[in-house]
């Protein structure tokens, strides 16, 4: 007997990587890369928290899982961040892993609740310009970041470099079902091992964790003085991270040109959040060089290379970790060095665009990367930039209101807001008009309680030279606001 026909509507529901032969090879080899990518990077952001690697490895793997389930973002990449790591230092330091993973808890449930009341939507107002700098900015801290790899490399160290650089771009042009990364670091691994080669590996980072990790509370005593100290690092975390994961989603999104629920992705930090917590890990967010490595280079685009990227990941250092150890460090470093190169904005700098772009909006992007570089901070990056470009731009607008007239009659075009509402207090002849003005407002719009205090301003100048001043004109959102605020606002 045949079987019935599936309801209409279920094919397009199911997973394209169930779909297409072809979408799981990408998704599964990329998770593959990405949780190879992922092992040194978790190892020296344990060591900025000042806690043992076994954490961050056990974080990344907890972060990455969970946000493949909950968050907003498909194929972008969380697990232990050097931002995140920074932030916790001092506590962890000053006070031991406990009231680290205590705040780690109280950070997931603030990021939960900054999701909920909608922060997310605070990312319309990052300009293009801050956008760029981020992107140039991660580009040269991740490079950055693998110097201190290859610090005592020697010959052998720096020629496996050489030649892993040499394999990322050779690799793609005669191998396409497999990604170039993968090739990569599993060639080198081999040669080194089968020829003996004296090279720094993975394994010389820290000891990889050889057990499942398990549930548990943090051993700090319940108490307000301990919310008083965790609760600084809880607000720093919820902040940096939101915002680092944040501006990662939107880059993915420009990437694949694809949007994403951006105040699920906060509620999904969050919930990774805790649960990293509760399994004794030091917290993070989005990982910008690995979410490239994913999207980018190896061209994934759904939550399956996201959930295999940490399963991978917690099977490679619990069952193949001797595999694992033996992975050149200068292999992996190679990889980075590719995705700085292809994460650059390199058009934002040529000199032909520098020349056609507006001085501030170059300015802005400079500021991003400069206060990036020294606060290693991505999220302070984006505050200042952010912070600079509304000071240009009010500085800008504070001119857009505009006066004509003479003798009595007045039009006023353009925008009156706090910014710009100064200026026209200051473009009308109060002893030179008639006792009677009209001030025109056809071609105006009022926005806020300054502007009703800058027209109550100009009032009260006609009425102290004895004369009166008559607004005309005004559209209905205008007329509205000055009706229920003239006379109010200053207290006159």
């Excluded at 009425?463 to 005004?474: F, L, N, P, S």
Aim: glycine share 10%; with cysteine; hydrophobic share 55%.
């Amino acid at each position: 007997m045949p079987s019935a026909p599936a309801p209409p509507g279920a094919a397009l529901r199911r997973p394209s990587w169930l779909r297409s032969a072809r979408v799981l090879r990408t998704e599964v080899l990329a998770g593959l890369v990405v949780a190879l990518a992922l092992v040194p990077e978790a190892i020296s952001f344990s060591i900025v928290a000042g806690v043992d690697p076994r954490v961050g490895l056990i974080s990344s793997f907890v972060m990455a899982v969970t946000t493949a389930f909950v968050g907003g973002r498909p194929a972008m990449i969380s697990a232990a961040t050097g931002a995140v790591a920074l932030v916790v230092a001092p506590l962890s330091h000053s006070h031991g892993v406990g009231y680290l993973v205590a705040a780690i808890l109280l950070a997931g449930v603030l990021q939960i609740a900054l999701g909920l009341l909608g922060v997310a939507r605070l990312m319309r107002f990052v300009p293009r310009s801050v956008t760029t700098g981020f992107v140039n900015a991660l580009a040269i801290s991740i490079f950055l970041a693998q110097l201190p790899n290859l610090r005592g490399a020697g010959v052998t160290g720096y020629a496996v470099l050489v030649a892993g650089l040499a394999l990322l771009v050779v690799v793609p042009r005669f191998v396409k079902s497999v990604p170039a990364p993968l090739v990569t670091v599993a060639l080198l691994t081999v040669l080194t091992v089968v020829l003996h080669v004296d090279v720094r590996t993975v394994g010389d980072d820290g000891d990889l964790p050889r057990a499942l990790p398990a549930l548990g509370l943090p051993d700090v005593p319940l108490t307000l003085d301990t919310l008083r100290t965790i609760a600084p690092f809880s607000v720093g975390v919820a902040l940096v991270g939101l915002m680092e994961s944040l501006m990662t989603a939107q880059l993915v999104d420009e990437l694949t040109d694809t949007g994403s629920n951006k105040a699920r992705e906060c509620v999904g930090q969050g919930t990774a959040q805790i649960l990293t917590g509760l399994f004794g890990g030091m917290g993070g967010c989005a990982v910008i060089g690995q979410t490239m490595i994913n999207v980018k280079v190896s061209g994934a685009r759904t939550r399956l290379s996201t959930f295999l990227a940490g399963a991978f990941l917690l099977v490679l250092v619990v069952v193949f970790g001797d595999v694992v150890a033996q992975i050149p460090t200068a292999a992996l470093v190679a990889v980075m060095f590719l995705v700085c190169y292809g994460a650059f904005d390199w058009h934002s700098v040529r000199p032909a665009t520098l020349r056609a772009m507006p001085r501030s909006e170059t300015s802005v992007m400079l500021v991003t990367v400069v206060i990036v570089l020294l606060t290693h901070n991505l999220a302070y990056g984006v505050l200042g930039g952010t912070l600079l470009a509304c000071v240009l731009f009010a500085r800008r607008v504070a001119h857009l209101v505009e006066v004509r007239g003479e003798g009595g009659a007045y039009t006023v075009h353009g925008q009156v807001f706090f910014a710009s509402s100064g200026d026209l207090v200051t473009q009308f002849d109060y002893a030179g008009d008639p006792d009677r003005v009209t001030i025109d407002f056809s071609d105006a719009h009022v926005w806020d309680a300054s502007s009703i205090a800058a027209l109550d301003a100009v009032s009260r100048k006609y009425a102290e030279h004895g004369k009166e001043a008559v607004i005309t004109g005004m559209n209905p959102a205008t007329a509205a606001l000055h009706g229920r605020l003239a006379g109010r606002v200053s207290g006159d």
